[in-house]
């Protein structure tokens, strides 16, 4: 069963930047897609970014375009989130999460089946 580990959230002042890694270990990540999920308290999961298993295609919600990048190096394993420019409003718990898939990507959540345990990101001064 595919484990999904993320790494990289921490504490960052607002306008600052963070950069997440999702990583697995026991399997190939070349035929998953992977996304991108955050949840702040007393909110619903929200998609961030997800990724194509190629690295093709990629997609971002609105409220993170051209601040956020999403890439991955198949050879390590790893999916990573650039996160610049960081606001308050994007303090959540940040989650990542896999499925097989020739060349797309979905940012609902239902369509993984995958999923890693998280880890905290929170911008304030």
């Known amino acids: 069963q595919l484990q999904l580990v993320e790494s990289g959230g921490g504490l960052v002042q607002p306008g600052g930047s963070l950069r997440l890694s999702c990583s697995v270990s026991?399997?190939?990540?070349?035929?998953?897609?992977v996304g991108w999920f955050r949840q702040a308290p007393g909110k619903e999961r929200e998609g961030v970014s997800c990724i194509s298993s190629s690295g093709g295609s990629t997609n971002y919600a609105d409220s993170v375009k051209g601040r956020f990048t999403i890439s991955r190096d198949n050879a390590k394993n790893t999916v990573y989130l650039q996160m610049n420019s960081l606001k308050p409003e994007d303090t959540a718990i940040y989650y990542c999460a896999g499925r097989t898939s020739s060349d797309y990507a979905s940012l609902h959540a239902y369509w993984y089946d995958y999923w890693g345990q998280g880890t905290q990101v929170t911008v304030s001064s």
């Open positions: 026991g399997f190939t990540l070349n035929y998953y897609a």
